[in-house]
């Protein structure tokens, strides 16, 4: 029997104890450091942008920030994906401001421009005033239609926060994700692209923003000798430790986006002949996904649903995922507005995260294709 194929572990690049141990020999295991610097620089230097980078304790810390930047508050209304992570959404809710959900457009899995607008102009009919901001995501890496939907959201003045966590290296008409939206974030996660054991980042339009997001996540204490405090501050600042392991996974971050897009490939090629499998891919040249995860469809009429592929992988040791569940399907959510035509919820019966993680050998993806060739051809 096989060792376990996992779903996205987290890839070393070997150089993390040195990064470790020369913050601790310098005494720099303390909160704030150098390394918190160079990351963040490095960040900013694969991003290829003059723009901020500001490294945060979380993904979820840098969405949470990023609205209070955009000013969203109690009763606003916040546009955001429906077919997502809970972690895009939450952060609405922190505020006090209430999520409207809008559908994804099939090819991208991501947000409909049609929907977005729909909502927009009914929500303006209802509450006679705009949404305050926008939360479109790249899920599973795959860049949403940024440039239509910046058009929308410009014709209304509405800012726009990218949640660009699943989508480091990923590009959009040749520009990177987490660039297209006014503030842009980040996640180190264990499972995202590279991992800082925990952590995020923000993205931010300026220089002025960024050491405003900076003091609003470390307390927002006043420049005094005493402490003061003039309004709500975070702790949401990654420590110079989980900085220096970001350096580290950084030395090697392009092997790894074009590992996970060399497992894509290999995925497309070998399930391209099983009736009943559709690999998700670019729909178009403008779109250059990382495939942080390979998703693919199962038609229904194979007489197989995804869950029961995915106990049919875990009994061959191979672990899978189920999409994303639509947030207007979750109970916490579901007395919020959702707009949109159930393209989220078929996506979500119908789709299969595969095992994609940078460290996955030829022959263990060899090993998911044959096994998937085996459940559903029999
Ligand atoms: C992982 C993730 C987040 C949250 O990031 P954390 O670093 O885990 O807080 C937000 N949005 C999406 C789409 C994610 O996949």
């Known amino acids: 029997m096989n ?26 295991f303390v909160p704030l450091g150098p390394d918190v610097n160079e990351f963040e620089k490095r960040l900013q230097h694969f991003l290829g942008t003059d723009r901020p980078v500001v490294a945060l304790s979380a993904g979820t810390a840098a969405i949470h920030l990023g609205l209070v930047m955009l000013g969203v508050g109690p009763d606003d209304d916040v546009i955001c994906q429906d077919l997502t992570f809970s972690a895009s959404a939450n952060p609405i809710r922190y505020q006090g401001a209430n999520p409207v959900f809008v559908d994804s457009e099939p090819e991208t899995c991501n947000m409909s421009p049609e929907f977005l607008e729909k909502a927009i102009k009914d929500r303006i009919k209802i509450t006679g005033r705009k949404p305050k901001a926008i939360v479109v995501v790249d899920l599973y890496g795959m860049p949403a239609r940024l440039d239509v939907i910046r058009t929308i959201a410009d014709s209304y003045g509405i800012p726009i926060l990218e949640d660009s966590a699943e989508a480091m290296g990923s590009e959009y008409k040749g520009k990177k994700c987490g660039l297209w939206g006014d503030y842009g974030v980040m996640s180190f996660n264990g499972n995202k692209m590279i991992t800082t054991s925990g952590g995020g980042a923000l993205i931010c339009p300026d220089a002025e923003s960024a050491a405003r997001v900076k003091f609003l996540a470390t307390q927002a204490r006043e420049n005094r000798p005493y402490y ?147 459940i559903l051809g029999a």
């Not at 987290?10 to 040195?18: A, D, I, L, Q, Y």
């Not at 875990?314 to 007395?335: C, K, Q």
């Open 3 to 28: 060792e376990w194929i996992k779903l996205s572990l987290p890839h070393k690049s070997g150089t993390e104890m040195e990064w470790i141990e020369r913050a601790y020999r310098d005494d720099w």
């Open 228 to 374: 003061y405090h003039k309004v709500i501050g975070y702790n949401y600042r990654l420590s110079n430790i989980s900085a220096a392991i970001g350096c580290s996974q950084m030395e090697t971050i392009d092997s790894r986006i074009a590992r996970r897009r060399e497992i894509h490939r290999l995925y497309s090629e070998g399930l391209k002949d099983l009736a009943g499998v559709t690999v998700q891919k670019n729909p178009s040249k403008d779109f250059d996904s990382n495939f942080w995860l390979t998703t693919v469809l199962i038609d229904p009429a194979c007489g197989m649903t995804p869950d029961k592929i995915r106990i049919a992988l875990l009994d061959r040791r191979i672990e899978s995922r189920l999409l994303w569940r639509p947030m207007h399907m979750m109970p916490v959510f579901e007395a919020f507005p959702y707009y949109g035509s159930g393209v989220g919820e078929s996506l979500f019966e119908r789709g299969l995260c595969l095992p994609s993680g940078a460290s996955l050998t030829d022959e263990q993806i060899s090993v998911v294709i044959e096994a998937l060739h085996d």
